[in-house]
Every structure is written in structure tokens, then in C-alpha cells.
């Protein structure tokens, strides 16, 4: 078995057996409710942990990776059994793998930062859906009343300054792709593209098991 393995008896069947596993802060990480809940001495396994990545933006056409979760780093967690009516907890230590190079301080290290540029990734993309709404607003607004149709186009056209800090047009890109004409004129490739803002990285995150490396992420979304 690999991950986390945990030994566990029960005197007499129960309903159900659910395990949960949390972090030295409290976040619950996951959640096992499959475990065996009949008599007995049982041994159940449960893999890496890891934290959610920054959310994408629909129609996103993502060229070498995307939004990934991020595994957690070696530390101090806790498990807790409900069996029935019956609970405990237990702390243990998730350790990297001895194969690796990587120290303890290295990996947390490199998850904290893993978790810095997944939340600025995930503060971009909120503003470019943010953005994407309020144009959908002032369409809707402009179909009721044409009168609008001058300051409505005026205000998407700061909109788009704004969400151009974030995302750029980038039609050079869909030759590999079979789109239509009115698609292409929606794609948008977020920074990283080559008319865009300079790269932002997103790391792929060294696990316990696994040293880090770091991949650049290109994506562009077609609306």
C-alpha cells in the first residue's frame, strides 16, 4: 500500500466508517467514507493530499497544463475514525521520500509559494469573469434600449483595457485550432502569451514522493 495507511479494529459491525484527514491548521483534506465497517482487524490506504488549485476561466484552450491541485507538503496532520456512535483522532507525520534530494524546509517552501501564484493566478481569472459579466450586462442593457448602444460600447471599451492587463487577442494562435470566425474573434490568451504581459509561472508542485519543477501555463479561452 502507498500514502497513508491506517490499522483500525472494531469489536461489533457498525453502519458506516468515515475518515477524515486535516492539516496542523485544521483544513479538512479529505474525506474517506468506503472503509470497511464490519468486525474486525481492517487496514485501509489513502493517497497524497493536496490542496485546490486557482479555479480556470470556461472555454480556456490550455496549451501545457492548467489548474492542478497542489499536493501538500511533509508535516503534521491529524486523522479522525467515526465508526457509529465512536470517534477518535490520532496526529502523524507525513514524510518526503527518502529518495528524494529535497529537504522538509524545501518542500514547504516551495508549497507556500505554490500557493501564493495559485491565488494571484485565481485573483486574475476572477477579475477577467468579473469582467466577462458586466459585458454581458451592458449587452442585455443596450437589446432593451439602443440608446445605450454609445456609452455601453465606451464602457466595454475600458472594460477591455482593464482585462487586456489580464488577457490578450490572440487569433495567431487558432490556426491549429477549428474554430469559426465569431469564436476566434472571443479567444483570449491570459499573460503568458507572446503579445501578452510577462509570464507568470505555475508551479508543479514537488510532492513527498516527487522533486519540483516548474512549467510555464499559456492558456487561452475561447468564450
Same mark, same amino acid.
Not at 110 to 124: D, K, M, N, V, Y
Not at 194 to 216: H, Q, S
Given at each position: 500500500?502507498?500514502?497513508?495507511?491506517?490499522? $483500525?479494529?472494531l469489536p461489533k459491525d457498525v453502519s458506516a466508517v468515515k475518515f477524515? $484527514?486535516?492539516?496542523?491548521?485544521?483544513?479538512?483534506?479529505?474525506t474517506e467514507s468506503s472503509a470497511p465497517a464490519s468486525a474486525g482487524f481492517h487496514r485501509v490506504s489513502t493517497g497524497n493530499f493536496s490542496y485546490p488549485g486557482y479555479k480556470g476561466i470556461p472555454g480556456m484552450v490550455l496549451w501545457t497544463g492548467g489548474p492542478r491541485p497542489i499536493p501538500a507538503p511533509p508535516g503534521e496532520y491529524t486523522v479522525k475514525i467515526t465508526a457509529g456512535d465512536f470517534s477518535d483522532q490520532k496526529k502523524f507525520h507525513l514524510r518526503p521520500d527518502p529518495r528524494s534530494s529535497a529537504s522538509e524546509a524545501d518542500l514547504v517552501a516551495q508549497f507556500e509559494l505554490a500557493q501564493r501564484i495559485s491565488a494571484r493566478?485565481?485573483?486574475?481569472?476572477?477579475?477577467?469573469l468579473q469582467i466577462i459579466d458586466m459585458n454581458k450586462q451592458i449587452d442585455a442593457a443596450v437589446a432593451e434600449d439602443s440608446a445605450l448602444k454609445?456609452?455601453?460600447e465606451a464602457l466595454k471599451a475600458?472594460?477591455?483595457?482593464?482585462?487586456?492587463?489580464?488577457?490578450?487577442v490572440d487569433?495567431?494562435?487558432?490556426d491549429v485550432l477549428d474554430v469559426s470566425?465569431?469564436?476566434?474573434?472571443r479567444?483570449?490568451?491570459?499573460s503568458g502569451c507572446a503579445i501578452g504581459p510577462p509570464t507568470v509561472g505555475t508551479p508543479t508542485v514537488g510532492t513527498p514522493t516527487t522533486p519540483a519543477t516548474t512549467t510555464t501555463i499559456p492558456p487561452t479561452r475561447r468564450s
Amino acid at each position: 500500500m502507498s500514502g497513508i495507511v491506517v490499522d $483500525y479494529y472494531l469489536p461489533k459491525d457498525v453502519s458506516a466508517v468515515k475518515f477524515e $484527514y486535516f492539516d496542523s491548521k485544521g483544513a479538512l483534506l479529505r474525506t474517506e467514507s468506503s472503509a470497511p465497517a464490519s468486525a474486525g482487524f481492517h487496514r485501509v490506504s489513502t493517497g497524497n493530499f493536496s490542496y485546490p488549485g486557482y479555479k480556470g476561466i470556461p472555454g480556456m484552450v490550455l496549451w501545457t497544463g492548467g489548474p492542478r491541485p497542489i499536493p501538500a507538503p511533509p508535516g503534521e496532520y491529524t486523522v479522525k475514525i467515526t465508526a457509529g456512535d465512536f470517534s477518535d483522532q490520532k496526529k502523524f507525520h507525513l514524510r518526503p521520500d527518502p529518495r528524494s534530494s529535497a529537504s522538509e524546509a524545501d518542500l514547504v517552501a516551495q508549497f507556500e509559494l505554490a500557493q501564493r501564484i495559485s491565488a494571484r493566478c485565481g485573483e486574475a481569472n476572477a477579475a477577467v469573469l468579473q469582467i466577462i459579466d458586466m459585458n454581458k450586462q451592458i449587452d442585455a442593457a443596450v437589446a432593451e434600449d439602443s440608446a445605450l448602444k454609445e456609452s455601453g460600447e465606451a464602457l466595454k471599451a475600458k472594460l477591455l483595457a482593464v482585462e487586456s492587463v489580464f488577457a490578450a487577442v490572440d487569433l495567431d494562435c487558432l490556426d491549429v485550432l477549428d474554430v469559426s470566425d465569431a469564436t476566434r474573434l472571443r479567444i483570449r490568451r491570459r499573460s503568458g502569451c507572446a503579445i501578452g504581459p510577462p509570464t507568470v509561472g505555475t508551479p508543479t508542485v514537488g510532492t513527498p514522493t516527487t522533486p519540483a519543477t516548474t512549467t510555464t501555463i499559456p492558456p487561452t479561452r475561447r468564450s
